[in-house]
C-alpha cells in the first residue's frame, strides 16, 4: 500500500485490482483507465498509475492491491523468484485448478549452467534466457494470471499477503511504489546471493557470474580492455594489467569460465589480436583445491589441462580488493583488468529478513513436504530453503539439479492439494500429502575448454560410480545440457550457435 494512504481504507473492491481515488473524479471513468493501464501496459507493471488530469494532481499516487480471492475465482499461487525453482514450479502447476503470480525482478529464466560460455561469445544471451510467458502461458493469458517485474520487500503470513516494489531502471522511470499481492499458497523462490565474506572492494569492483546482464558485462569489459591495450600510448605496465583476467573461486563456475577463457584466448584472441597476445593471461584463484566436490583422480586431470591451457593456478584466500588490484593473505598483489567472483552463494538479505523459522546456515527452514515449518500455506524451495534440523536431514546443497526437482515435487503437491479441495487459504491441512521429498543425486559435470570436460556420477563424494575425463566427457556434457534446456526454440539456439563457433570462430564484436 502507497505511502500516502490513510491509515484507515476504503472498503475494498471486489474487483481483484482495487484502486483508491486520490481526488474527486468519476469513479467508473478512473477505474477503467486503471484497468487499461494495468491489463495494455508492459508485462513488467503489477500496479497501476493513476493519470488524474493536471488541475486535479500533479503527483499521481499509486494505490493498486492485488485483494483476496472470492468465490467464484480459483485459488491463487504466489511465486517468489523465477529461477531453476520457481519456474520448474510453474510449469507444472495446474492452471485449471490455480491461478499463478509470479514476482521477480527479471522476466526469464537463466539457464546457468550455460552461462559462461555467453561470456566469450561462444553462446549468445538469448539462448540462455527463457521467457517466464513460454515457460507458464497462463500467465500470459489467463485473466487471473500475472507476471509482476517487481521485488518482494517483505511477508505478512498472518494475513496471506506479500509486499511488493515495482522494478524501474533508469532516470526517465517512474519512482518505485509499493503494493500487496493476497495468496492462497505462497511459494518462496528468492534463490541465494553470492558470498563476499565481507572482503572489503568485492562489491564494488568484482564481477559475479550468476544473472545475464553480469555475463555481458564480463564481455564487455573483456573486449574492452582487448581494445584498449592496443592503443598508442598505453605502457606495457598497463597493458599486462588490462590483459589480465582473474577468477577468484575454484568450483564448477569458476572453472567452466577459466576454461572458456583461456580456450577464447587459445584460439581466437591469439588470431585477430597479434599485437598482444603474449599480453593476456588468465589466474584462477583457490582457498583450497579446485572442484572439490568431484574425484581426486578428476580434480588432478582438471589441474592439468587447465595448466596446459594456460590458466595460471594460485591457492591463496583474497583479503582485500582494490580497483586495480587484489591482494591476498600472504602479501602478494596481483594486479588484473577483469575480476570475476565465483566462490559460492549464501542466503540473500531479504531471506535473512524474514521472519520465518531458519534452518542452519540462514536459509528458510522447511519440512520434508517442502512446507515453511509452522508457517500454514508457505513453501520454499531451491537455494534459499533448508531443512530444518527436527527432520533429521542435512541441507541440501544449491545446486540447479536440487532447485528444480524440488520445484517439480512441489508443483504435484499442489496439484494433489488443489484436487482434494484445498486449495485456498487457511484450507487443506486434511489433505493426504503423500510421500514427502527425497533427493537423489545424479552426478557432476564441468567442461574444462578445447574439448574437454569432466562428468562424476557418484551419488556422494565418498561413493563410488563413474567418473570420465576428455572428449567423451565433453560430448556428454554438451549432450545433456542440451537436452536440458527449457524450450525447443532454446535448443535450436544453442546448437547452432555451437555449430557456427565451431567452424568461424567466436563472435569479438562490442556491441
Same mark, same amino acid.
Given at each position: 500500500m502507497s505511502a500516502t494512504a490513510k491509515s484507515s481504507p476504503p472498503p475494498l473492491l471486489p474487483s481483484p485490482l482495487r484502486t483508491v481515488p486520490t481526488a474527486p473524479v468519476a469513479s467508473a471513468s478512473l477505474l477503467l483507465t486503471s484497468l487499461r493501464n494495468f491489463s495494455t501496459g508492459t508485462a513488467a507493471s503489477p500496479a497501476v498509475e493513476d493519470r488524474p488530469p493536471p488541475h486535479l494532481s500533479q503527483s499521481p499516487t499509486h494505490c493498486g492491491d492485488l485483494g483476496p480471492t472470492g468465490g467464484g475465482e480459483k485459488p491463487r499461487v504466489v511465486v517468489l523468484g523465477s529461477g531453476w525453482a520457481g519456474c520448474r514450479l510453474m510449469k507444472g502447476i495446474d492452471t485449471s485448478i490455480y491461478d499463478v503470480v509470479c514476482v521477480s525482478p527479471r522476466n526469464h529464466m537463466v539457464f546457468t549452467p550455460l552461462l559462461a560460455s555467453t561470456c566469450v561469445g561462444t553462446l549468445e544471451f538469448r539462448s540462455v534466457a527463457e521467457p517466464v510467458g513460454r515457460i507458464q502461458p497462463a500467465i500470459s493469458r489467463e485473466p487471473g494470471s500475472y507476471f509482476f517485474l517487481s521485488n518482494c520487500k517483505g511477508i505478512d503470513a498472518k494475513n496471506h499477503r506479500v509486499i511488493c516494489e515495482t522494478v524501474t531502471d533508469g532516470p526517465n522511470t517512474p519512482d518505485p511504489?509499493?503494493?500487496?499481492?493476497?495468496?492462497?499458497?505462497?511459494?518462496?523462490?528468492?534463490?541465494?546471493?553470492?558470498?563476499?565474506?565481507?572482503?572489503? %572492494?568485492?562489491?564494488?569492483?568484482?564481477?559475479?557470474?550468476?544473472?545475464?546482464?553480469?555475463?555481458?558485462?564480463?564481455?564487455?569489459?573483456?573486449?574492452?580492455?582487448?581494445? $584498449?591495450?592496443?592503443?598508442? /600510448?598505453?605502457?606495457?605496465?598497463?597493458?599486462?594489467?588490462?590483459?589480465?583476467?582473474? +577468477?577468484?573461486?575454484g568450483g564448477p563456475t569458476g572453472v567452466e569460465f577459466s576454461g572458456e577463457l583461456s580456450d577464447f584466448i587459445m584460439r581466437d584472441v591469439r588470431q585477430r589480436h597479434a599485437h598482444v597476445k603474449d599480453y593476456i593471461r588468465v589466474t584462477l584463484i583457490e582457498a583450497n583445491e579446485i572442484l572439490s566436490s568431484f574425484d581426486d583422480r578428476l580434480r588432478r586431470y582438471a589441474t592439468r589441462q587447465l595448466t596446459k591451457s594456460g590458466v595460471h $593456478? +594460485?591457492?591463496?584466500?583474497?583479503?582485500?580488493?582494490?580497483?586495480?588490484?587484489?591482494?591476498?593473505?600472504?602479501?602478494?598483489?596481483?594486479?588484473? %583488468?577483469?575480476?570475476?567472483?565465483?566462490?559460492?552463494? /549464501?542466503?540473500?538479505?531479504? +531471506?535473512?529478513? $524474514?521472519?520465518?523459522?531458519?534452518?542452519? %546456515? %540462514?536459509?528458510i527452514g522447511i519440512d520434508e513436504w517442502l512446507r515453511v515449518a509452522n508457517v500454514p500455506d508457505v513453501y520454499a524451495i531451491g537455494d534459499c530453503s533448508g531443512f530444518v534440523e527436527s527432520t533429521g536431514k542435512p541441507v541440501l546443497p544449491a545446486l540447479a539439479q536440487v532447485a528444480e526437482r524440488q520445484g517439480k515435487y512441489l508443483a504435484g503437491l499442489l496439484n494433489r492439494i488443489g484436487k482434494a479441495g484445498g486449495g485456498r487459504a487457511n484450507s /487443506?491441512?486434511?489433505?493426504?500429502? /503423500?510421500?514427502?521429498? +527425497?533427493?537423489?543425486?545424479?552426478?557432476s559435470m564441468a567442461t574444462l575448454g578445447r574439448y574437454k570436460a569432466l562428468v562424476d556420477l557418484r551419488q556422494s563424494k565418498e561413493g563410488k560410480g563413474i567418473s570420465l575425463a576428455g572428449f567423451l566427457s565433453w560430448f556428454i556434457w554438451r549432450s545433456a545440457y542440451l537436452t536440458r534446456v527449457i524450450s525447443w526454440r532454446n535448443r535450436f539456439y544453442v546448437a547452432v550457435n555451437w555449430l557456427t563457433t565451431m567452424v568461424f570462430g567466436r563472435d569479438i564484436s562490442r556491441i
Open positions: 511504489w509499493k503494493f500487496n499481492i493476497s495468496y492462497d499458497k505462497l511459494v518462496i523462490a528468492l534463490g541465494a546471493e553470492a558470498l563476499t565474506f565481507g572482503i572489503h %572492494g568485492v562489491k564494488e569492483h568484482a564481477i559475479f557470474l550468476r544473472e545475464v546482464h553480469h555475463a555481458q558485462e564480463i564481455r564487455r569489459r573483456l573486449l574492452l580492455n582487448l581494445m $584498449l591495450s592496443d592503443v598508442p /600510448g598505453t605502457t606495457e605496465q598497463e597493458k599486462s594489467r588490462l590483459l589480465h583476467c582473474v +577468477v577468484v573461486g $593456478l +594460485v591457492r591463496g584466500i583474497v583479503k582485500d580488493v582494490e580497483p586495480d588490484k587484489i591482494v591476498l593473505d600472504n602479501g602478494m598483489e596481483v594486479p588484473y %583488468g577483469l575480476l570475476v567472483w565465483s566462490t559460492g552463494v /549464501g542466503p540473500s538479505s531479504l +531471506v535473512k529478513s $524474514l521472519d520465518l523459522p531458519k534452518a542452519p %546456515g %540462514g536459509r /487443506g491441512a486434511e489433505v493426504d500429502l /503423500g510421500d514427502p521429498f +527425497v533427493y537423489k543425486h545424479l552426478g
